[in-house]
C-alpha cells in the first residue's frame, strides 16, 4: 500500500519500490531459518539489511536493479538451507496444563 500511495508524489518511486519487493520476500525467506533461535526471529535482520538497503536504493534508485537480479541467488541460497535441515527433529510446547479445560493433565 505505501508503494502504490507513493505513486501520488512520484511514479518512478512505485517502480523502484515495487522492484524491491521479490528480493526483499526472498531475503526473508533466506532468514527464516534458524529464526527460533534468534531473539528477534526474522524481523531483526529483515529490518536492519531491508533500512540499509532503502538508504542504498534512496541514494542510487538504479540499484534495485542489482538487488532485482539478485533474487535467484537468495532464492537458490534458501533452497540449499531448506534441504540441509533436519525435519525429524520434534520440539515439545512446554505450558501449564491448569485452567486448560482440554489438557488431561489438569483434570
Same mark, same amino acid.
Given at each position: 500500500?505505501?508503494?502504490?500511495?507513493?505513486?501520488?508524489?512520484?511514479?518512478?518511486?512505485?517502480?523502484?519500490?515495487?522492484?524491491?519487493?521479490?528480493?526483499?520476500?526472498?531475503?526473508?525467506?533466506?532468514?527464516s531459518?534458524?529464526?527460533?533461535?534468534?531473539?528477534?526471529?526474522?524481523?531483526?535482520?529483515?529490518?536492519?539489511?531491508?533500512?540499509?538497503?532503502?538508504?542504498?536504493?534512496?541514494?542510487?534508485?538504479?540499484?534495485?536493479?542489482?538487488?532485482?537480479?539478485?533474487?535467484?541467488?537468495?532464492?537458490?541460497?534458501?533452497?540449499?538451507? =531448506?534441504?540441509?535441515?533436519?525435519?525429524?527433529?520434534?520440539?515439545e510446547?512446554?505450558? =501449564?496444563a491448569?485452567? =486448560?479445560?482440554?489438557?488431561?493433565?489438569?483434570?
Open positions: 500500500m505505501v508503494a502504490l500511495a507513493s505513486g501520488v508524489v512520484d511514479a518512478r518511486t512505485v517502480i523502484v519500490s515495487l522492484a524491491m519487493l521479490p528480493p526483499v520476500a526472498a531475503l526473508a525467506v533466506l532468514l531459518h534458524g529464526a527460533r533461535r534468534r531473539l528477534t526471529r526474522v524481523s531483526g535482520a529483515l529490518v536492519l539489511i531491508g533500512t540499509a538497503l532503502a538508504i542504498a536504493i534512496a541514494f542510487y534508485p538504479l540499484l534495485c536493479v542489482l538487488a532485482l537480479a539478485m533474487t535467484p541467488v537468495l532464492l537458490r541460497a534458501a533452497a540449499r538451507r =531448506d534441504r540441509r535441515q533436519i525435519v525429524t527433529g520434534w520440539h510446547l512446554h505450558h =501449564d491448569t485452567g =486448560d479445560s482440554l489438557a488431561w493433565s489438569a483434570q
